[in-house]
């Protein structure tokens, strides 16, 4: 199967192409100039990554306080993320970096605040 990206590592923007086996596997990879974007070709066929933001409640609050993880999620768990989210609640005070969320999904990424609230 053939498949290509346009390259967001610099701002080049090389169209790169991959093939890849059955097992999605890359087979070829063509079309980038740098090693920026064939190490993101590669994440990007294999095992796509995304930052994930979100707002969860604070207690006693109306406003919610933004987050977001700390690295980016492999794409295939940004719902199971955002639904354990869902059920967050967060005591004030916060400041922007504390780990809101540890481990979340079972991962290595930590949700951290984005900004502080008292």
Do not use: W
């Not at 097992?23 to 100039?33: D, H």
């Amino acid at each position: 199967m053939k498949k290509e990206i346009t390259c967001i590592g610099c701002p080049m923007g090389c169209r790169i192409s991959a093939v890849l086996d059955e097992n999605g596997k890359i087979v070829s990879l063509e079309g980038y100039t740098c090693n920026v974007g064939k190490k993101y070709a590669q994440e990007e066929f294999t095992v796509p990554k995304r930052m994930v933001t979100a707002l969860v409640r604070v207690h006693g609050q109306n406003r919610p306080l933004s987050v977001k993880t700390a690295k980016p999620i492999e794409k295939s768990r940004i719902f199971d993320c955002l639904k354990q989210l869902e059920s967050c609640t967060v005591i004030l005070p916060v400041h922007a970096g504390d780990v809101v969320v540890p481990h979340v999904c079972g991962t290595d990424v930590d949700i951290v605040a984005t900004r502080e609230m008292y």
